[in-house]
């Protein structure tokens, strides 16, 4: 077993550690109170290849491996998971499915320009659109409908929590076409946003990721090309399934970026402050808070490494995607906690990141799949 990594990818981690730090701290706290999309920030990772990093240089992409991705991912959710999770959704849940399940003539007319991450000097990404106001968790039950008509479907129905649902350009939605059929009638689409019929809710006002644009789309008779289907008919839901394993790597390592950005913060505070004569990291009650933290992420790191290996060998990564993202999300939620009580009252207040890489770290239970439903992926592989 080895463990060390490749030079390409210390590379691609120094880079991403430089971006975090020298693109992404500065003003991080305000877009936050703000709740302002991290723009700026997004078109500079396009420009270094981040946003497509793992899609082929044959469609545009960077071509790294799954493992330097989780090193970036982490790195930049050690600061800014505004920022992280546009990545994360760009390259796991729009452009893998893209690369794997398009046909030619989608991967030249979608795939190549969302891998950049640009068009026309513009920012331009994608957004996955899975989750319903009732079909969050029991994602098989989708009310939005495409309707087969002819040389066209009809797409009639709401779809809510979208990231990147006012930033991106292309949706990808997943709509059921025949409700005898069950999952099997669920077929996923390529569509644009500027499709007529498309409407945009308000932004949500959100506890963490508050940069990061999260908002339900309507859709009123939009007509979708059948082109525009992804893979065969029926195959929507596979199609979601498969994609999502891969999300969840993306956010097992955004959980672990988190959990590791607030341990370093509380690290070097501990080392810093003092009190009752002595730097408190030398106190056994920090001391201990520390060690535990330390290890929890390790663990995370590890599992997120084993499924990003796993992927990129071509092995069944679906339990350990799970098990990384169970892990590496209660580790985030636990870690910050931990950091923010190492800070004390300083980390109760805004001027201090701690505060809000705890606010950060719940969405990481949620999204992507619910820790509940990751247990329920595990727990179903492990007893089959
Ligand atoms: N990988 C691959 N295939 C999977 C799968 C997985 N992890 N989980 C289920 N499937 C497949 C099954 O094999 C089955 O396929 P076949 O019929 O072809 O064999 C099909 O999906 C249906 O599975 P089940 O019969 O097990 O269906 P179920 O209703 O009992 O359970 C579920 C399905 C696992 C709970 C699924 O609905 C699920 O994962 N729910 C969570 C959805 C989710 O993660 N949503 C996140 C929203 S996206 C988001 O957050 C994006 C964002 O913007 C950040």
């Given at each position: 077993?080895?463990?060390?990594?490749?030079?390409?990818?210390?590379?691609?981690?120094?880079?991403?550690?430089?971006?975090?730090?020298?693109?992404?701290?500065?003003?991080?706290?305000?877009?936050?109170?703000?709740?302002?999309?991290?723009?700026?920030?997004?078109?500079?990772?396009?420009?270094?290849?981040?946003?497509?990093?793992?899609v082929s240089p044959e469609y545009g992409g960077a071509g790294m491996d799954t493992v330097s991705y989780v090193l970036a991912m982490e790195e930049i959710s050690k600061v800014d998971s505004s920022?992280?999770?546009?990545?994360?959704?760009?390259?796991?849940?729009?452009?893998?499915?893209?690369?794997?399940?398009?046909?030619?003539?989608?991967?030249?007319?979608?795939?190549?320009?969302?891998?950049?991450g640009i068009k026309d000097g513009q920012l331009y990404t994608g957004a996955?659109?899975?989750?319903?106001?009732?079909?969050?968790?029991?994602?098989?039950?989708?009310?939005?409908?495409?309707?087969?008509?002819?040389?066209?479907?009809?797409?009639?129905?709401?779809?809510?929590?979208i990231t990147n649902g006012s930033s991106a350009s292309v949706y990808l939605v997943i709509a059921q076409t025949d409700y005898t059929k069950g999952h099997k009638g669920i077929n996923a689409f390529i569509v644009e946003k500027n499709t007529p019929g498309i409407t945009v809710g308000a932004k949500e006002n959100k506890m963490g990721i508050r940069g990061s644009d999260t908002h339900a789309i309507s859709f009123t008779d939009v007509k979708v090309a059948k082109e525009n289907r992804i893979?065969?008919?029926?195959?929507?839901?596979?199609?979601?399934?498969?994609?999502?394993?891969?999300?969840?790597?993306?956010?097992?390592?955004?959980?672990?970026?988190?959990?590791?950005?607030?341990y370093e913060l509380a690290l070097a505070y501990s080392k810093q402050r003092k009190t009752f004569g002595k730097p408190i990291h030398e106190h056994q009650a920090i001391q201990f808070k520390l060690a535990e933290m330390a290890t929890k992420i390790e663990t995370a790191r590890l599992l997120c490494f084993k499924a990003a290996w796993e992927k990129d060998n071509h092995l069944d990564?679906?339990?350990?995607?799970?098990?990384?993202?169970?892990?590496?999300?209660?580790?985030?939620?636990?870690?910050?906690?931990?950091?923010?009580?190492?800070?004390g009252g300083y980390g109760f207040v805004k001027e201090f990141h701690v505060e809000r890489l705890m606010r950060d770290a719940k969405i990481t239970q949620i999204y992507e799949g619910t820790s509940e439903i990751q247990k329920m992926v595990i727990g179903r592989s492990i007893t089959r």
């Open positions: 077993m080895d463990f060390k990594l490749t030079e390409e990818q210390l590379m691609i981690q120094r880079a991403a550690r430089e971006f975090a730090q020298q693109q992404c701290l500065p003003g991080v706290i305000d877009r936050d109170e703000k709740q302002q999309l991290p723009k700026e920030q997004l078109l500079q990772l396009a420009e270094l290849g981040f946003l497509g990093m793992m920022v992280s999770v546009c990545m994360s959704v760009n390259n796991s849940l729009v452009c893998w499915g893209l690369e794997h399940y398009g046909t030619e003539a989608q991967k030249q007319q979608y795939l190549k320009p969302l891998a950049h996955f659109l899975l989750s319903e106001p009732e079909a969050g968790s029991d994602a098989t039950h989708q009310h939005t409908s495409a309707i087969d008509n002819g040389d066209h479907y009809i797409i009639n129905g709401v779809k809510n929590w893979g065969a008919e029926g195959f929507g839901f596979n199609f979601a399934m498969n994609t999502l394993n891969g999300g969840r790597i993306g956010i097992a390592a955004q959980a672990l970026g988190i959990a590791s950005g607030a990564y679906t339990t350990t995607a799970a098990m990384a993202k169970l892990h590496a999300s209660d580790t985030a939620m636990w870690v910050t906690t931990e950091a923010v009580q190492v800070h």
